[in-house]
């Protein structure tokens, strides 16, 4: 697929503008924000997909597989899988079921709990989990489009965004980018 046409001008920029033609300056830079990261994620969302649609995953089902990979036992608790990726259990439900009918994971029973049910990553899926890894540690991660120091400032940014949002609580313990 060609690269999309580029615009003549910053169509945020121009809708800042216009935010504070109508009246909303006090929130032009709000607006700003917000709509330069929701493009920020198609634009790189783009990139993954490109990368791993060959592999057949979409970027949830990598995103389990490769939790799975670096599990201990390379199984967890549904419950676990979904608080950890910080998604509703019926998309994690959605993903295993995809990933299962593909002979990436099985369902296990719990050993202790008859409740709860194990996602079990098979060979064929930690196989597929590495390729794609590499695949995009090569494409997309060795080149996001910033510099290292751009980089880590965005991190540590976003990662400001995310703990004040009530995404995460570090407690008294500093992460690497607060």
């Not at 330069?36 to 089902?61: C, H, N, W, Y």
């Not at 990726?85 to 099985?106: W, Y």
């Amino acid at each position: 697929m060609p690269p999309p046409q580029r615009l003549p001008l910053d169509p945020i920029e121009e809708a800042h503008r216009q935010w504070t033609e109508h009246g909303w300056g006090e929130v032009a830079d709000g607006m700003a924000a917000v709509t330069s990261v929701m493009r920020a994620q198609q634009i790189m969302m783009a990139r993954v997909d490109e990368v791993l649609k060959p592999t057949g995953l979409t970027f949830a089902r990598y995103e389990l597989l490769t939790l799975l990979s670096f599990s201990r036992s390379g199984a967890l608790p549904m419950a676990k899988a979904s608080a950890r990726l910080q998604v509703h259990p019926t998309s994690v439900t959605n993903a295993v079921d995809r990933l299962e009918s593909a002979n990436l994971v099985n369902r296990v029973p719990h050993p202790s709990d008859r409740r709860a049910t194990l996602i079990e990553i098979t060979d064929a899926g930690r196989k597929l989990a590495l390729e794609a890894t590499e695949a995009l540690n090569e494409r997309v991660f060795a080149r996001p489009g910033l510099d290292n120091e751009k980089l880590d400032s965005l991190v540590r940014i976003l990662a400001e965004l995310r703990q004040t949002a009530g995404d995460f609580d570090a407690g008294p313990n500093s992460t690497k980018w607060s």
